[in-house]
């Protein structure tokens, strides 16, 4: 019984899905009855007394009246009928209804009578040929050059036109065609591009105000689900601007741009050429002339066509006039300013920076050439980015940006570089940036998880204050068993996509797979300080993982002092550079053991190489064949030590000591040139002796010197030397009498062999 009621009930919900598919099926006749109304709604399909006569044949009259009305020309057509009135057939009379429309069509090349007794026949029947040779006329197709005669149906079929693939294959044309097909058709072509302007033809009517574009898109006749819209306009360089669309257009020209200085619209940038890039929603706009730096100007578009044939009337977007998305330049100066929030900016310098750069008096906010605000505490909070040496972050405490503008950041000459170079020579500088309204979020901790067995991996959602960040009393992590575990080294990561944002912590306990564990944050703030982390805790499941240790790669000796050790992956930094960390074992002579007298290692050049200098007492013979160890006590980036001592053998090809030398030496400020050298230098007093160098140049057979005022030591590959003045004017060169090496070894330059010039700054 149950199985039988299951039954009846499935064909109750068989029957019923049933006549609901056939209720909403329409069949082909109510669906040309529902264009026609569209169509009569549009004023192209106009009836009689009896009705749209729909099954009836279309007369060549009709025809013409269809085409001006498709065109949205029968207001014109009417307004001037007695200039469409006189044509030139016979049997045209001028009083007849159809006169001006034919009159029309003839003078636009669209329709034609016959020639053999010119005469037009408007009351014979037009056949399905020639009404689609008509409209594709009408739509832009140049009959005699777009298509033929003899390929009309398949012409018809290739542009949308007609929908059966029969068309494009020996189609036979109907001997009766009615007036219903050649709604469909008229429908049909509303939908389609004009052929010239690549505009829909729906937009005539559209732009008319005989339909709204949204009963336009109720039926069907226009496919806009995406709004053209403007995403960015970005100078590439000073005659080049990228404009980016937010979907695929159809290329525009010269003449729809205008281009002019915001602030004085009689200056105007012409524009020479637009060309597409690749990327189908993007185009480059090349001007005559060059843009003025951080000049504010407009960009005037006043049509833009999607991919689809959908037209956006104007659009009106600001930009800034070209300055390189970061400066490079030897002299100190503003590199970028990138706009990270509402009341938030990172500054970049050319220049390495120091505390000099967080006094607040050096700053000033400009907006629309008036002061908004004058650096003070109160307003200003400024930091030194861990990410990097050159930036700074600059928090705007009673100050926001309430929406997307222009603001001009300008800088005091007073401030120096850690070069000790006045910003663009004491002259100071400015930028002007395009400001972010994105409201500031709280800080909160992204992710936490093992890296290893001794490693856990805090992500925060912004940067945090390094210094904080970096104190092991800020964490508190504790196992399943709720049982504190002691945390020896918190390390800020300021490498890759989330520089500034990870923390590391190592732990003295061996962290076991598949336990949730425990990380207590307190007392965190970001960079900003702005907001704070306040006894919060976050917990971990540990997954499988495994730690391997440091593999040698290669040993490759440069002389007799110096080899350059290759690893698999990177070291932690401080370990890198404790030079008992490596042994170097004679294989040829068994009695000899070196450790290093320096190790060099900086992450950002490579952060798998290590530069070992060797003693003078300790130098590597030729031909001579030498183990390389690395002790386990040199910990891999996670803070690992290694499981096991790694060796490496190789042979000194040598034969003598490459000399330390100046590389390079380049005036970077009015006063002050930057010395680069071949190898790193020591920490030593020779070479910060103002005298040990030497700045001369030659004029009429004589030597002039000149002797620095001070010596800098910055770091092993750089020494800043000051002068009194430096006349760029002169070629300049420079020598030293002596330099020591980070491994203590001596170069003396007494015959003057090493000398260098010196080039000016870009």
């Known amino acids: 019984m149950k199985l039988i009621k299951r039954i009846s009930v499935l064909v109750m919900v068989l029957c019923i899905i049933i006549n609901n598919n056939c209720s909403y099926a ?32 279309l007369s060549r009259s009709q025809a013409s009246a269809f085409i001006v009305r498709l065109l949205g020309k029968e207001d014109e057509v009417k307004n001037n009928a007695s200039k469409y009135i006189n044509t030139k057939f016979s049997d045209v009379e001028k009083d007849k209804w159809y006169a001006s429309y034919i009159g029309y069509c003839v ?8 020639s053999s007794d010119n005469t037009f026949r408007p009351n014979n029947k037009l056949g399905e040929k020639a009404f689609l040779k008509l409209v594709l006329s009408a739509i832009g197709y140049k009959y005699n050059e777009d298509f033929t005669w003899n390929n009309v149906f398949e012409t018809a079929y290739g542009v949308g036109l007609v929908k059966s693939l029969n068309y494009a294959n020996g189609y036979i044309e109907k001997s009766k065609y009615t007036r219903g097909e050649v709604v469909t058709v008229l429908h049909r072509a509303l939908q389609l591009k004009d052929n010239t302007t690549k505009i829909r033809m729906i937009y ?7 339909i709204t574009k949204e009963q336009a898109i109720k039926y069907n006749l226009i496919e806009d689900s995406v709004g053209t819209k403007i995403l960015n306009v970005k100078p590439i360089n000073s005659t080049s601007i990228e404009i980016e669309f937010n979907e695929k257009v159809q290329e525009f020209t010269p003449e729809n741009l205008l281009i002019y200085e915001t602030n004085d619209t009689a200056r105007v940038l012409p524009v020479s050429e637009v060309t597409k890039k690749e990327s189908a929603d993007k185009y480059i706009i090349v001007t005559a002339t060059k843009q003025t730096i951080d000049k504010e100007y407009t960009l005037l578009l006043d049509r833009v066509v999607d991919s689809k044939g959908n037209p956006m009337t104007s659009f009106n977007e600001e930009f800034l006039g070209y300055r390189a998305s970061e400066v490079k330049s030897d002299y100190f100066m503003i590199s970028k300013i990138k706009a990270i929030s509402n009341n938030v900016i990172y500054v970049y310098f050319t220049h390495p920076i120091n505390d000099n750069a967080l006094q607040t008096n050096f700053y000033s906010l400009y907006k629309d050439e008036e002061e908004v605000i004058k650096g003070n505490n109160q307003d200003l909070l400024i930091k030194k980015l861990a990410t990097c040496d050159n930036g700074i972050s600059i928090y705007f405490k009673n100050y926001t940006f309430a929406e997307q503008s222009y603001f001009n950041l300008i800088i005091d000459g007073k401030l120096s570089s850690n070069y000790a170079v006045k910003l663009n020579d004491g002259k100071g500088d400015s930028v002007k940036f395009k400001s972010s309204n994105d409201s500031n979020q709280p800080l909160t901790v992204d992710s936490c998880i093992a890296l290893n067995s001794h490693t856990i991996q805090l992500t925060f959602n912004k940067e945090v204050e390094p210094e904080l960040a970096q104190q092991v009393f800020m964490y508190c992590v504790k196992d399943y068993n709720n049982k504190q575990i002691k945390v020896t080294k918190a390390t800020v990561i300021n490498e890759g996509d989330s520089a500034g944002k990870v923390v590391r912590l190592s732990i003295d306990s061996t962290i076991k797979v598949h336990r949730q564990y425990k990380v207590m944050v307190n007392h965190m703030t970001d960079i900003t300080s702005q907001y704070q982390i306040m006894l919060k805790e976050f917990t971990f499941t540990t997954e499988y993982y495994s730690v391997s240790d440091i593999q040698i790669d290669a040993i490759l000796p440069i002389d007799e002092n ?4 290759y690893l698999n992956k990177a070291v932690d930094e401080e370990s890198a550079r404790n030079k008992s960390n490596y042994q170097i074992h004679g294989v040829s002579h068994s009695d000899y053991i070196a450790v290093p007298s320096a190790a060099y290692y900086n992450k950002k050049e490579d952060p798998r190489i290590v530069k070992i200098y060797l003693n003078a007492n300790d130098k590597l013979k030729p031909a001579d064949v030498y183990n390389f160890k690395i002790l386990t006590t040199l910990k891999d980036e996670m803070g690992h030590y290694q499981s096991s001592v790694k060796s490496k053998q190789f ?10 030398y100046i590389s390079e030496a380049k005036v970077i400020g009015d006063n002050t040139i930057k010395l680069s050298f071949n190898k790193e230098i020591a920490f030593d007093i020779n070479n910060i002796l103002a005298n040990n160098y030497t700045l001369y140049y030659i004029e009429n057979g004589l030597e002039y010197n000149k002797i620095p005022d001070t010596a800098t030591y910055v770091d092993p590959q750089t020494i800043i030397l000051k002068f009194d003045f430096i006349d760029k004017d002169k070629n300049y060169k420079i020598k030293f009498k002596k330099l020591i090496d980070l491994g203590k070894i001596e170069t003396t330059n007494s015959d003057n062999r090493h000398i260098c010039d010196v080039e000016i700054g870009e």
């Open 26 to 57: 329409k069949t082909e006749k109510e669906v040309i009855t529902e264009k026609a109304e569209i169509l009569k709604e549009l004023n192209i399909l106009k009836g009689s007394g009896s009705g749209l006569a729909l099954d009836d044949q």
């Open 107 to 114: 003078e636009k090349g669209i329709i034609d009578g016959y």
């Open 204 to 210: 005539r009517f559209v732009n008319n105000n005989i």
């Open 562 to 565: 110096l080899v350059l050790l």
């Open 651 to 660: 042979t000194h090809s040598s034969s003598q000591a490459v000399d330390n």
